[in-house]
């Protein structure tokens, strides 16, 4: 077990909704990132938080936003959710400033927009 | 152009077998390498770190070539529970830091 944690498990939105999941970073982590996985595809990155500020951020348009605590616990939120939205969001933590940049995933948060 | 390009296989091998699987990248300014695993409906999880020099775990060796901008994965002696999609990975670290990860490989290893 990495010792990163998500919820919820599982989520059932409708399209229009907003949705905010949840990430705990392994212990010692300063950072955490964002992904988004569609089936058959591999993860998409969203952002990267670092002392609690956007520190990277990849295609995804404003709609996608986040928030990262002072104890480096993250929330990703998302507006206006679409059905394309549906898919299993990943966070990972790692830790910044080390010469190999390892991640460490957490189980995931599977969202179906219907 | 994608960032990070992966053959989707899928890869079926006998027990045993030495299996490679290569992923190219596009961007040269790339720092970081990795290769994860993934099995059905779970996350991905770390395989192993590659660096410039090459490295080796037990049955697995990962390579690096800058120059051509390609990681490779070898999975030696495979094992039935070697069954999983292998995904590389690529950091990026200006502007922002990014991670780009291929669609992955899918390998089943057949006894």
């Known amino acids: 077990e990495t010792g990163v944690t998500q919820s919820p498990t599982h989520l059932i939105k409708t399209r229009g909704q907003q949705v905010t999941l949840r990430c705990s970073s392994q212990?010692?982590?300063?950072?955490v990132s964002w992904y988004q996985q569609a089936l058959g595809q591999g993860p998409q990155f969203i952002f990267q938080?670092?002392?609690?500020?956007?520190?990277g951020r990849g295609n995804f348009p404003p709609r996608f936003s986040g928030l990262q605590f002072p104890n480096y616990s993250s929330e990703l939120n998302v507006n206006a959710l679409e059905l394309d939205d549906s898919a299993l969001y990943l966070c990972?933590?790692?830790?910044?400033?080390?010469?190999?940049?390892?991640?460490?995933f957490g189980p995931g948060t599977r969202l179906t927009v219907t | 152009r994608k960032e990070v390009e992966q053959d989707p296989g899928p890869f079926n091998v006998p027990e045993g077998a030495t299996v490679a699987f290569n992923c190219t990248y596009s961007?040269?300014?790339?720092?970081?390498f990795f290769w994860y695993r993934q099995d059905c409906r779970k996350e991905p999880k770390l395989l192993m770190s590659?660096?410039?020099s090459g490295n080796e775990d037990g049955r697995f060796t990962a390579q690096l070539n800058r120059a051509s901008q390609y990681i490779s994965l070898l999975i030696r002696d495979s094992k039935l529970s070697d069954s999983a999609t292998y995904l590389c990975?690529?950091?990026?670290?200006?502007?922002?830091?990014?991670?780009?990860f291929g669609t992955g490989t899918s390998l089943t290893v057949i006894p």
């Open positions: 938080y670092y002392r609690e500020e956007e520190n």
């Open positions: 590659v660096y410039s």
């Open positions: 212990s010692g982590h300063n950072t």
């Open positions: 990972a933590s790692s830790l910044y400033g080390t010469a190999i940049y390892e991640q460490y």
């Open positions: 990975v690529v950091n990026i670290g200006f502007p922002g830091n990014q991670f780009y």
């Open positions: 961007n040269s300014a790339s720092q970081s």
